[in-house]
């Protein structure tokens, strides 16, 4: 039974929103664009997410453990879901704000239940199927690793499943959630936001890829399908090598160009809310906007597979960026230039 006295339910909301700016300070900016009415549900949901994603990353678990955990996490997010003390358990020593996040899964898991009964029907079925997903990631077999020890993708079709699962099924929650949120988001508007939810999600999810590759690098994994690499005559492992440099920019070139087909899709995605939801407008276009000058830097940036070098918006664009979001928001027309001012002329 669900504890609804008055001290406990404020304690745990301030909590969760304590925590969303330690786990990520670019969505908390973002989240605080959104009506308030739907503001709750969207942390929520990002937490919800951030926990499983956690459980799939943290690379010292057990395949078999992350495989438990996850189920364990999904069967909690149904009506009749019990507690999350197999993550507790498992999260026990929480090393970092995310661990920690996810220890206290459970106190997420209440915030989650008493949200209204329409937007828990919004936000389940896609928490669960990222859930499913990761845990499929999670029991893959690895592919063969070349001899730094390199774990990769198999092919552009593995890329596109695992952005989809990771990214891809929060466009669709987020499309969800809005369309219960208010009634000008009509079949019409609903029909064509979910025909570009997928490429949403996908647009920012391999933004952020190109822009990690050498992080990744370093930590032994490459999302850089093997596939993608054997087209220009290289392997993950040699993505870093500076002897493979020309290879090496034709495969990233391949990526940014795969990004940039859905950034342009989650522009259509934008421009399909009514601009009569100002502030949703917001909450999509600013984040995507942050991806079209992100992906423009990598796409010019000479250093883009430098371990030493990280690819990075200053903080003087993300606010010029947010300024300038709040003035074309409205307005489809100035929508697109100003995408195609960031975008540049390949975008």
Avoid at 59 to 88: M, N, Q
Avoid at 230 to 243: F, V, W
Avoid at 311 to 331: D, G, H, L, Q
């Amino acid at each position: 039974m669900i504890d609804t006295s008055e001290s406990i339910v404020e304690r745990e909301r301030n909590w969760c929103e304590h925590m969303l700016p330690k786990v990520s300070r670019t969505f908390a900016a973002c989240i605080q664009l959104l009506p308030e009415r739907l503001r709750h549900a969207v942390l929520i949901s990002y937490l919800l997410c951030r926990i499983a994603d956690t459980i799939e990353d943290t690379a010292d678990l057990p395949v078999s453990d992350k495989e438990r955990l996850l189920t364990a996490f999904r069967a909690c997010l149904s009506e009749t879901g019990g507690d999350a003390e197999a993550l507790r358990a498992a999260f026990a020593t929480a090393r970092d704000d995310e661990e920690l996040l996810t220890r206290e899964a459970d106190l997420v898991l209440r915030e989650y239940r008493r949200l209204p009964t329409k937007q828990r029907e919004a936000i389940r079925p896609w928490v669960q199927e990222m859930c499913d997903g990761m845990a499929e990631f999670a029991r893959r077999p690895a592919v063969a690793s070349g001899a730094h020890g390199v774990e990769a993708l198999a092919s552009i079709s593995e890329l596109d499943r695992y952005c989809y699962y990771v990214a891809g099924t929060v466009g669709h929650l987020l499309t969800d959630l809005f369309r219960q949120h208010h009634h000008r988001v009509t079949k019409r508007h609903y029909d064509r936001l979910k025909s570009l939810s997928t490429s949403f999600g996908l647009g920012l999810q391999l933004t952020n890829i190109i822009k990690d590759v050498a992080d990744d690098r370093n930590r032994g994994w490459s999302f850089i399908p093997r596939q993608l690499c054997t087209i220009s005559g290289i392997t993950p492992e040699d993505l870093l090598d500076p002897r493979c440099k020309e290879q090496a920019a034709q495969v990233m070139s391949q990526l940014i160009a795969k990004a940039r087909a859905h950034l342009r899709d989650a522009l259509d995605y934008c421009l399909a809310l009514p601009r009569s939801q100002y502030r949703i407008r917001l909450f999509c276009l600013t984040p995507l906007f942050f991806a079209v000058r992100t992906l423009r830097l990598a796409a010019n940036d000479p250093r883009l597979l430098d371990p030493g070098h990280k690819v990075k918006i200053s903080r003087a664009e993300v606010y010029r960026t947010i300024r300038m979001t709040f003035v074309v928001a409205p307005n489809n027309h100035l929508v697109r230039a100003y995408y195609r001012a960031l975008a540049g002329s390949d975008g």
